[in-house]
């Protein structure tokens, strides 16, 4: 008797190429939208002093630092109008968002490329020598995406230093920054007191699960362009159950620490059990995702998120991003069930 074919309806779909933390929706949002549901009768406040109240606490920061936005993309726009930078500098590889925003706003475009020889990890000298005074805007993710690298503040601050003396402004990306262990060693929140040439984004859809909730902050000191975004952007940009969400999500003390044990033991877990097979690389991760290589020449990213998608795992393909190839995969790590299935599939085909 034949086996029968394997079918993705035997299997939950997860969605391990959307980097989202595994412990799903904060119960704290969750009850706070049923509770306000009728709060969407009215227009958002448009201060908004209670969600950049809870967000400068959250963050470490003071509330006229704050600048929220409809989401990363929308803040990463913001900046690039601002600056309206004519050459821009990117590491590669990186998030494909970057180049995209920079190159809206008709900016050159110069790639700095992270060595896979040297694990992807940054060379913050090489880096720093690399800038010159023909650069506007240098963008860097800490962690990287998709390398799941981390920078440390102090490099971050070698950075911004060299970025000062020549007139560069410096945006740091810290989409997964809480994902870190050593998070709070590591954010660079606290240089933006001694720089104007820079700005922290950071967004919730990650670390919170909530991409639907479109919210995103950035924390700057730089009074001139405080100004021009206080005239130019819109004031009730930020949904009304979205900003009362947000408020008692960024007080959610119990989740933050769950999801910090949670990603910090899984991404232990994984990486030892894939460590062993030699026909794969892996880039050891900070962050809640990993980036592998495929070294059997027969074997492309295509092939092995074919044959992951048979049991409803959805891992990224990093063909399309600059600096990688079909050769190169990525996925997040999610509950102790779901990632030994991913691993085990992984590893009936690599």
Do not use: W
């Not at 779909?13 to 509770?35: C, E």
């Not at 990186?94 to 020889?117: C, D, G, I, P, W």
């Not at 720093?128 to 963008?139: F, P, T, W």
């Not at 809640?288 to 891992?315: Q, W, Y």
């Amino acid at each position: 008797m034949s086996k029968p074919t394997l079918r993705i309806d035997q299997y939950e779909t997860v969605l391990y190429d959307a980097n989202l933390n595994p412990m799903g929706i904060p119960v704290s949002v969750k009850q706070s939208i049923a509770n306000n549901i009728g709060s969407i009768i009215k227009y958002p406040d448009i201060y908004y002093t209670n969600l950049k109240t809870a967000v400068a606490d959250y963050a470490g920061t003071v509330l006229d630092r704050i600048f929220i936005g409809n989401g990363s993309p929308d803040l990463l726009r913001l900046f690039a109008a601002l600056i309206a930078p004519k050459k821009s500098m990117i590491l590669v590889p990186s998030s494909t968002e970057y180049e995209k925003v920079v190159r809206a706003y008709r900016s050159e475009v110069v790639f700095y490329e992270l060595k896979e020889e040297e694990d992807y990890v940054l060379s913050v000298p090489d880096l720093i020598a690399s800038l010159d005074k023909s650069l506007d805007l240098l963008i860097l993710g800490n962690p990287n995406n998709p390398t799941s690298k981390r920078i440390t503040r102090e490099q971050i601050e070698e950075i911004a230093e060299a970025c000062k003396a020549l007139d560069i402004f410096l945006i740091v990306d810290e989409m997964y920054v809480e994902f870190l262990d050593d998070y709070f060693e590591v954010t660079a929140v606290p240089l933006v007191e001694k720089f104007q040439n820079m700005a922290v984004l950071r967004s919730v859809s990650k670390f919170f699960a909530v991409p639907g909730l479109r919210f995103a902050y950035a924390v700057m000191n730089n009074r001139e362009l405080a100004d021009i975004i206080d005239v130019t952007t819109t004031r009730n940009n930020i949904a009304t159950l979205s900003a009362i969400a947000g408020v008692d999500m960024f007080k959610d003390k119990g989740y933050f620490e769950a999801s910090r044990s949670t990603i910090h033991t899984e991404r232990s877990l994984v990486y030892l059990a894939m460590a062993p097979c030699r026909t794969i690389r892996l880039f050891k991760p900070d962050a809640n995702f990993m980036l592998v290589k495929l070294l059997r020449e027969d074997l492309t990213s295509s092939k092995v998120a074919e044959h992951c998608s048979l049991r409803g795992i959805m891992i990224r393909r990093c063909d399309d991003i600059r600096g990688l190839s079909n050769k190169y995969i990525r996925f997040c790590f999610m509950n102790p069930k779901q990632n030994d299935l991913m691993v085990n599939t992984i590893l009936e085909i690599v």
